[in-house]
């Protein structure tokens, strides 16, 4: 999934409206309220769907949400979410989006919306995408239908804006490789060329035996060779530790075996 997904970065920038005929590779629509938010939405929002594999029916559901700044100078910035397979709404309305649920008592009705003054769409144009397929509002008619590339074709006007890849939780496991990819394509003067800056991740996943080992690490180890440990409560916690983390393995092969 992490080398097909700049393929999206290019997709949404060569784009078709959504009255466009049907063999196009990308629907959009203009959203210019929200059920639940009083009053104009802080900037302009835009929903849609990429085409990102035609073969498997592969499609790729966005919010582009323009910066309340500056659109010629302000970043774009590609946000994914953790999860594993979580929709991006939730960056959207409870960590970096220009709206948050109102927290209260549910009432029957429909949620309500509040202005969020710290959004990063202060500063920033953010394309959130539903990712990988099978995501939020993201669907594939075929279970291979992984592949996620072509929004900058459908919005050019965007290329010479600084460009960021982000995400957080487990997209810190493939963040860094889209980014990586990105930056090859450019290398290769793959067309569109965007102006990557970099990328950012917010308490990321890189993997389990490293996020976990580490904390214990820094607990007991103080610092020391804890390959070889000389120090005896070090080198108990790393015992601890190992073993552990092979029976919690070991419930996770039986899951998989037997719950598929």
Known sequence: MALLLPLIVICIV???TADANADAPMTRTHVASLPGFDGALPSRLETGYVTVDEVNGGELFYYLIESEGDLGSDPVLLWLTGGDRCSVLSALFFEIGPMKLVIEPYNGGLPRLRYHPYSWTKVANILFVDSPMGAGFSFSRDPNGYDVSEW?????????????????SIAGRFVPFITEKISEDIEAAVRPTLNLKGYLVGNPVTGESIDNKSKMILEHCKGEDYDKPKNLICRQAMARFNEVQLGFLFILVLLEKFYP
């Open 14 to 16: 060569s784009g078709v």
């Open 152 to 168: 900058f074709d459908g919005h050019p006007e965007y290329l010479a804006n600084p460009f960021y890849v982000g995400g957080d």
